[in-house]
């Protein structure tokens, strides 16, 4: 069980038997009162998110669940995204509803890490930043700047479509944030 303390960003915790991961945390202290945990969860399984709140001597139990497991990425249908597991050779679906957004930065046959909660693959564990080629950049029109355009649409290996500032072009090796889907550089090779 872990304490009051012990409960920080990247916890996962098991609440009402799914495991929570904890993505937010506020602690806050007001003269004699005790101390209060103010926490954001987000469920594996689905990706909803709650609140809790923490006080004293409350206490919650930490999920068994098992991270860095190697997969590639095989193909999706209109019901799952397929997998291979790199050690077992085994292959498994994840709903597409649970990580749609996340495969906007796989391409078919990349090797991924994900999660596994009692034996169960339950999530994909994507790093904060990808690289991904540009395999589509219209050409920026010279004084698009002077408008405040100063982005345009771009398409890269994946299919994802992310605004990309006017000098990058088709070829172009770019960084994304998987967490909020925006550019973020252009890599040099």
């Known amino acids: 069980m872990l304490s ?4 920080k960003l990247g916890k996962v915790l098991k609440w009402d038997g799914d495991p929570y991961v904890v993505i937010k945390t506020e602690h806050s202290k007001k003269a004699r009162a005790g101390a209060v945990l103010r926490v954001k969860m987000k469920n594996v399984f689905t990706g909803s998110v709650i609140e809790n709140t923490f006080q004293g001597a409350d206490k919650a139990e930490e999920a068994d669940l098992e991270r860095g497991k190697k997969a590639q990425y095989l193909y999706k249908d209109d019901q799952a995204a397929h997998f291979m597991d790199q050690e077992s050779f085994e292959q498994f679906g994840l709903d597409l509803d649970q990580i749609e957004q996340q495969l906007n930065y796989l391409s078919e046959g ?3 890490l994900y999660m596994s909660y009692e034996g169960k693959p339950v999530a994909l564990d994507l790093p904060p930043k990808v690289d991904l080629r540009v395999t589509e ?8 700047s002077a408008q405040g355009r100063v982005m345009k649409l771009a398409t890269v290996e994946s299919g994802y479509e992310p605004q990309v500032p006017l000098f990058i072009k088709e070829g ?4 994304i944030n998987t967490e909020t889907g ?3 550089e252009r890599v040099k090779e």
């Open 4 to 7: 009051m303390n012990e409960i």
């Open 172 to 175: 172009d090796l770019i960084r």
């Open 137 to 144: 950049a219209p050409e920026g029109v010279k004084g698009d």
């Open 182 to 184: 925006e550019y973020v």
């Open 110 to 112: 990349e090797n991924v």
